[in-house]
């Protein structure tokens, strides 16, 4: 199928998650992932109505918001402190904040630039090796120091589930990020505000949005398996 069939299929989906759980679908942004793609596949999306689309790499980041400026960017892959720059003030939001000191270079960055950084805090659930993010004890400590940073601003919380074609195996992730999302939103940190709930891919965006996902990050099920 193309991707208008594609598109159809997954806001049916979108729609049928979110009933199921007494959701409004609005409540849910669906992030085209272009990782994958070209400008050409970007724009036929773009024409089909889509305005939000994320990105792994920097490099790329960039180029696309380049050439789609309307369209609002996100960054999803883990950043390295020195494409810092190539990010901030060109993604519209941060999905991916792992570590202490990319918050600290997201917050000098900013203020260099004079703008606020909206990034989500990445958590580390998964007790992959190779995910990264924080880790649930440690949250705490990292919102609260936040306050101490001028430009930086969490908005809310992501995860990644491990890959699997059983999506219910994603679910107590996506339970438990939304416990601890839930939790932070009745507190009160300075420069945090729990706003988005990140969480959900091709694979497992329904049972993302039925544990309370309020943006989901599908690529391969929207652009099939396309190279440039």
Not at 11 to 32: H, S, Y
Not at 69 to 95: C, F, S, Y
Not at 154 to 179: Q, V
Not at 186 to 208: I, K, P, Y
């Amino acid at each position: 199928m193309g991707i208008v069939e594609n598109l159809h299929n997954i806001q049916q989906k979108i729609a049928a998650a979110a009933r199921r759980c007494g959701r409004d679908p609005q409540e849910v942004t669906l992030i085209a992932v272009s990782k994958t793609v070209g400008l050409k596949a970007v724009e036929q999306a773009m024409a089909l109505g889509l305005t939000h689309f994320g990105e792994n790499r920097a490099q790329e980041l960039k180029q696309k918001q380049g050439h789609f400026p309307e369209a609002r960017w996100h960054m999803i892959g883990r950043l390295q402190t020195n494409k810092v720059k190539d990010v901030v003030g060109t993604a519209a939001l941060v999905h991916s904040l792992d570590r202490w000191s990319l918050a600290e270079e997201l917050d000098k960055r900013g203020g260099l630039m004079g703008i606020e950084v909206p990034a989500l805090l990445q958590v580390s659930l998964a007790g992959e090796a190779q995910k990264t993010g924080v880790l649930v004890p440690d949250i705490e400590e990292f919102l609260q120091s936040v306050g101490q940073l001028k430009w930086l601003r969490i908005k809310g919380l992501m995860t990644m589930a491990p890959l699997s074609e059983d999506s219910e195996e994603s679910r107590p992730i996506f339970k438990e990020l939304h416990e601890i999302y839930r939790c932070y939103k009745r507190r009160t940190c300075q420069n945090v505000e729990m706003r988005h709930l990140s969480m959900g891919m091709s694979q497992d965006f329904e049972s993302a949005i039925e544990e309370g996902a309020t943006m989901i990050r599908v690529g391969t099920a929207l652009f099939g398996e396309q190279n440039r």
